[in-house]
């Protein structure tokens, strides 16, 4: 049996967990072809994380694979939010891994790279281009493909799901930025415009617990989500003698679209993502679905909604979401009530 901890140049890539000798396999798929893929799998993730060791400021930002051992039935892939990594994000990954699923958490390009500043080069078509090579990477994994995501990376979970009809079985969205705010949409747009960063109001970045907070990447998340409306929303006239485009419809239209059981997790405090249009999609989405909504009097803000206590940030260790095992229950039993 393999250390469970894999190291590669010396760096950490993967594997927190593995299965004990003895232990049974949930769900698992133990035929020949299955164990083949399997492997090629694990084989191909070890190989990105190698090539993103070569350029990451840290080796605690790398893709983290969870697994069991074998192949799964389902396997999770999840996508970390701007300016975070899948360190941020172990308590959600483990809460999928503990249910018996396999769970690749990924790292979105420019995020923690050298040089960091290479963020204000990335479009968000290369945040789709990796979620999409991940999940190729993963297919071996698990033969049926759930995926979770916390801001940017819900809103790539629900643009892949659209983009992929009948790929996707599941999704797990934790403040899916499917709008921003207005003050986060101002400061990108005015960050952009002058070239400034995030990091002028939040402190230097130093590659380990503070990221380069680049203005341009917030403009690529709002890009993407104006992308995702206009392929997958109703189609809208653009001539100069056209009526007011009603927004607020076309929204609902799309996401009417979404009918695979769907989790959502947002907060009426969160600086970051507009809650009232998470709020509208949790009550336009057709599938079976479960909705965690904390009110402006418990003050989650963005960056400690989805947190547990190993996911904060060095600099602030108490910012994290102290009701967390609440949120690992509500997963537990949306997965055995819908998978």
Same mark, same amino acid.
């Not at 590659?207 to 990221?211: F, V, W």
């Not at 907070?213 to 341009?216: F, H, K, P, Q, Y």
């Not at 917030?218 to 890009?223: D, L, Y």
């Given at each position: 049996?393999? *250390? $469970?901890?894999?190291t590669?140049l010396g760096?950490c890539?993967?594997?927190?967990? +593995?299965?004990?000798?003895?232990?049974?396999?949930?769900?698992?798929t133990?035929?020949?072809?299955? !164990? /083949?893929a399997f @492997?090629?799998? !694990?084989?191909?993730?070890?190989?990105?994380?190698?090539?993103k060791a070569?350029?990451?400021?840290?080796?605690?930002?790398?893709p983290?694979?969870?697994?069991?051992?074998?192949k799964?039935?389902?396997?999770v892939?999840?996508?970390?939010?701007?300016?975070?990594?899948?360190?941020y994000?172990?308590?959600?990954?483990? +809460?999928?891994?503990? =249910?018996?699923?396999?769970?690749?958490?990924?790292?979105?390009?420019?995020?923690?790279? *050298?040089p960091?500043?290479?963020m204000?080069?990335?479009?968000?078509?290369?945040w789709? *281009?990796?979620?999409?090579?991940?999940?190729? &990477?993963?297919?071996?994994?698990?033969?049926?493909?759930?995926?979770a995501?916390?801001s940017?990376?819900?809103?790539l979970?629900?643009?892949?799901?659209?983009d992929h $009809?009948g790929?996707?079985?599941?999704?797990?969205?934790?403040? $899916?930025?499917?709008?921003m705010?207005?003050g986060?949409s101002f400061?990108?747009?005015?960050g952009?415009?002058?070239?400034?960063?995030?990091n002028?109001?939040?402190?230097?970045e130093d %590659?380990?617990?503070?990221?380069y907070?680049?203005?341009?990447a %917030?403009? =690529?998340?709002?890009?993407l989500?104006n &992308?995702?409306?206009?392929?997958h929303?109703?189609?809208r006239?653009?001539?100069?003698?056209?009526q007011?485009?009603d927004?607020t419809?076309?929204?609902?239209?799309?996401?009417?679209k979404?009918?695979?059981?769907?989790?959502?997790?947002?907060?009426d405090?969160d600086?970051?993502?507009?809650?009232g249009?998470v709020?509208?999609?949790a @009550?336009s989405?057709r599938? $079976?679905?479960?909705?965690?909504?904390y009110?402006?009097?418990?003050?989650?803000?963005? %960056?400690?909604?989805?947190?547990?206590?190993?996911d904060?940030?060095?600099? /602030?260790?108490?910012f994290?979401?102290?009701g967390f095992?609440?949120?690992?229950y509500?997963?537990?039993?949306?997965?055995?009530?819908n998978?």
């Open positions: 049996m393999k *250390n $469970p901890l894999w590669a760096l890539i993967a594997l927190p967990f +593995a299965l004990r000798a003895g232990e049974s396999v949930p769900s698992a133990l035929d020949e072809s299955g !164990v /083949a @492997e090629e799998s !694990v084989s191909t993730i070890e190989i990105v994380a190698r090539e070569r350029r990451i400021t840290h080796p605690k930002h790398l983290r694979l969870y697994h069991h051992g074998a799964t039935r389902y396997v892939l999840f996508t970390h939010g701007t300016f975070e990594s899948p360190h994000s172990q308590g959600l990954a483990e +809460a999928f891994y503990e =249910q018996g699923m396999n769970v690749y958490s990924i790292l979105l390009p420019g995020h923690w790279e *050298n960091m500043r290479r204000d080069k990335i479009k968000y078509k290369d789709v *281009n990796e979620l999409e090579e991940s999940i190729e &990477d993963a297919r071996g994994l698990g033969d049926e493909l759930i995926l995501g916390y940017l990376g819900g809103l979970s629900v643009k892949y799901h659209l $009809p790929r996707v079985k599941g999704l797990f969205l934790f403040a $899916p930025a499917l709008q705010t207005f986060a400061a990108s747009g005015v952009s415009l002058f070239s400034v960063s995030g002028a109001f939040v402190g230097k %590659g380990i617990d503070k990221a907070v680049s203005a341009s %917030g403009m =690529q998340v709002s890009a989500a &992308d995702l409306l206009d392929k929303g109703p189609p006239d653009f001539a100069p003698d056209a007011t485009i927004l419809s076309a929204r609902k239209e799309l996401y009417a979404i009918e695979i059981p769907t989790f959502i997790l947002y907060s405090s600086e970051a993502v507009a809650s249009e709020e509208r999609f @009550e989405v599938g $079976p679905k479960a909705v965690i909504h009110p402006s009097s418990m003050n989650l803000r963005h %960056g400690a909604v989805v947190k547990s206590a190993k904060v940030y060095a600099f /602030a260790p108490g994290y979401n102290y095992d609440q949120i690992r509500a997963i537990a039993k949306f997965l055995n009530r998978f």
